[in-house]
């Protein structure tokens, strides 16, 4: 695989909208922290991003699982706290002939695209989404203004996630035998986001972080090296 590249899905969980704004605060979050490090950010979609940089996957890849955040949501009237949680997944590029995709198994369509782009994207059905049948995995991709750079980008985001489901298999054969850390898969919740306590807390490692509106613009190194430091 190639550790200079991310790639970086941000999915809200529970919590209804306050979740997806939280999944948004992540995204932000991440593109900033790449920025303060040099690294190149592409949106391949409204919740995807390709992190490019000199060990860009090495250092991200532990930030992949549930991060939770307990805070008074801007609706809330009564001053109540709540809490919500958000999924991020962190997958490496993986080369073409790592992974064998049959053309049989893909199912194609194609849109086109809204958003971001100006009126030559909306005009010609350059997005693509793409469904994997035998996984029924589905990926997509509006980014480029050319339909084929939009599939090339698909399948290689498809690849990605045919990698994953494998490694989880293998998470799941290898049960206690996995590291402290692990490879913080979705399911795993992962980290706190204590606002009204401006405590960042990662469950995995045990240990607390201050500044929390510091991290959500991005300084975030203390964590990621922490993390990279307690590995098994």
């Not at 999944?23 to 409204?46: F, H, P, S």
């Not at 992949?64 to 949680?85: F, K, W």
């Not at 480029?144 to 980008?153: A, C, H, I, L």
Request: hydrophobic content about 35%; glycine content about 8%.
């Amino acid at each position: 695989m190639n550790t200079n590249i991310a790639i970086m899905e941000f999915r809200g969980g529970t919590g209804g909208n306050e979740a997806k704004l939280w999944a948004g605060e992540l995204m932000r979050m991440y593109t900033r922290y790449a920025n303060i490090l040099g690294w190149k950010i592409e949106e391949l979609g409204d919740t995807v991003i390709r992190v490019k940089g000199e060990d860009a996957f090495t250092k991200l890849q532990y930030e992949a699982g549930t991060h939770r955040v307990q805070r008074v949501p801007t609706t809330e009237r009564q001053g109540r706290i709540h809490t919500s949680t958000a999924t991020v997944a962190v997958l490496p590029e993986i080369p073409e002939q790592e992974v064998t995709i049959r053309n049989e198994d893909l199912e194609w369509d194609f849109f086109r695209s809204g958003g971001k782009g100006g009126q030559n994207v909306n005009k010609v059905s350059s997005a693509v989404r793409l469904r994997h049948k035998p996984t029924n995995i589905v990926v997509t991709c509006q980014t480029e203004r050319d339909q084929f750079q939009n599939r090339q980008v698909a399948l290689s985001m498809l690849r990605s996630k045919l990698w994953e489901l494998e490694e989880k298999k293998q998470e799941q054969t290898l049960g206690a035998a996995r590291s402290i850390i692990g490879r913080g898969m979705r399911a795993e919740k992962i980290r706190t986001y204590n606002f009204p306590q401006d405590r960042v807390t990662d469950h995995r490692i045990n240990k607390s972080f201050h500044n929390i509106n510091g991290i959500m613009d991005g300084k975030m190194q203390k964590i990621t090296e922490a993390l990279l430091s307690s590995q098994v």
